[in-house]
């Protein structure tokens, strides 16, 4: 074999950090030692993989094309020495889930899969649709679990499950004692919402399609406890997921409000990588995700 799984290392290290020193650092190597690992795999094939400014590595046009295959193969590498050094079937797996998945669904799910794998390292990075569906193209994540749709030629979207919004007020809120809210009820108080970008907005954005322009958005808050703590205080109404109010509901806090008319249903998603092997751990955190 005319490389080495070693070369293959430093080539991604250095695609993603696009430094070679923080390349370096990641795999615990010096700079000069990575600087010639890059150089040694570049020289033997006679081939360029970077466009160099500065202290700057740029992938090129070949960089880009050979980054998902070496990718997979290191994936396959390091499930197989996993295998061998554990004699584990998982190996280490990088997760990312938007707010409403990753605060109330994925960390039950983490745990299932540490009990079966409990030597198996899970890392959970939680963040938006558009931020968890960026790292996964670029290999930072194996999997995103999101609440938004995607779509990009380099990703594949899977179903996972259903879901639905739910507009809610503080139980103390004059709407609360609605029976169902009018078009003309729902322009004329204030909301809390999700960010742009995020699953929830973007669902939220659908289903009152043609009110937006003249919605009053009072705020627009990144975390899901935060709107829930604003529509309590009697700031305004808001909508998130089923899922992340259930408990609020059920203690008489928060009060769902009908909005007949309007559908609020939407889909949880799996996103991957289409050049993304799908390791054996991979696979079972799916199962997993289904069976929840």
């Not at 600087?35 to 360029?48: P, V, W, Y």
């Not at 499930?79 to 938007?98: D, F, M, N, R, Y």
């Not at 030597?119 to 194996?142: F, G, Q, W």
Request: proline share 3%; charged share 25%; glycine share 6%.
């Amino acid at each position: 074999m005319k490389y080495t799984l070693r070369q293959l290392q430093v080539f991604l290290a250095a695609a993603h950090s696009q430094n070679i020193t923080r390349a370096a650092e990641e795999l615990a190597m010096s700079q000069s030692a990575a600087s010639g690992a890059l150089r040694e795999l570049e020289t033997h094939f006679d081939i360029q993989l970077f466009d160099r400014v500065g202290k700057r590595l740029q992938l090129n046009e070949l960089g880009r094309l050979l980054q998902p295959r070496v990718e997979a193969l290191l994936a396959q590498a390091l499930e197989l020495e996993t295998a061998l050094q554990q004699h584990a079937e998982a190996g280490p797996l990088k997760v990312g889930a938007t707010l409403s998945i990753g605060n109330y669904l994925a960390v039950g799910i983490m745990a299932r899969y540490m009990v079966d794998h409990p030597d198996a390292r899970v890392s959970l990075d939680v963040e938006n649709t558009a931020i968890i569906a960026d790292k996964v193209r670029n290999y930072e994540l194996d999997i995103g679990l999101v609440e938004g749709e995607v779509q990009h030629a380099d990703l594949e979207v899977i179903p996972w499950r259903e879901d639905e919004l739910v507009v809610f007020c503080a139980a103390d809120h004059a709407l609360a004692r609605c029976s169902e809210l009018s078009d003309e009820q729902l322009l004329a108080v204030p909301w809390i919402l999700r960010e742009a970008g995020s699953g929830t907005r973007q669902a939220f954005d659908r289903a009152l399609y043609g009110l937006m322009p003249q919605l009053h958005i009072l705020l627009e808050l990144q975390h899901t406890e935060a709107i829930k703590r604003a529509v309590q205080a009697g700031l305004g109404v808001g909508c998130l997921s089923r899922v992340t109010l259930e408990d609020a509901f059920r203690r008489g806090d928060l009060v769902p409000l009908k909005v007949p008319g309007r559908d609020f249903r939407r889909l949880f998603y799996f996103v991957i990588h289409r050049q993304k092997y799908r390791s054996a751990g991979l696979v079972r955190w799916i199962q997993l995700c289904r069976e929840s």
